[in-house]
């Protein structure tokens, strides 16, 4: 019986690219799930064959199933295109943790600086932010959009 194959990365490689890797592997990350930072070690774990044991890599426990990390990538994408890999990492941990999805979009303030996040990270263009704010607020008029994505990019800069 062969062994697992693994693939040592940081959280943030992988949260980038959940889609490189088959559904059923393990992804793996320190046991601290408060502690996880973007360049936090992680490792995605392949079995060769089906019923064969998944060992997690030294110092790190399986966390989820890959599938359930691209949908749990693929909706914070639709919700926040260009996620930076900060965000990523932490509604993986907050899901870990708290069994939930966080809500991105329940208040303009809030995912307003998230785009203003990814913009920052070089992910979003600025004109696309503002457009994806408007998605989910349009009853706001142009100026106040760009007003509060505004107020988003000073809040970063403190």
């Excluded at 088959?22 to 019923?51: H, I, K, N, Q």
């Excluded at 997690?56 to 994408?77: K, S, T, W």
């Excluded at 990814?118 to 607020?137: C, I, K, S």
């Amino acid at each position: 019986m062969a062994l697992p194959t693994r693939r040592l990365q940081t959280l943030a490689a992988i949260l980038e690219q959940p889609a490189e890797f088959p559904p059923t592997a393990w992804l793996c990350a320190p046991p601290e799930v408060g502690r996880w930072l973007p360049d936090s070690p992680a490792a995605v774990v392949l079995t060769a064959a089906a019923g064969a044991p998944v060992p997690a890599p030294p110092g790190m426990r399986r966390i989820l199933f890959m599938d359930e990390v691209q949908l749990l990538m693929e909706r914070l994408l639709r919700q926040v295109p260009g996620a930076s890999p900060m965000l990523r990492v932490q509604v993986l941990s907050r899901y870990r943790e708290h069994a939930e999805f966080p809500a991105l979009t329940a208040q303009p303030d809030t995912l307003a600086y998230y785009l203003a996040d990814a913009v920052r990270h070089g992910t979003l263009e600025p004109a696309d932010a503002l457009n994806h704010l408007l998605r989910y607020f349009s009853h706001f008029t142009l100026e106040a959009a760009q007003h509060i994505l505004a107020k988003a990019f000073l809040r970063q800069g403190e």
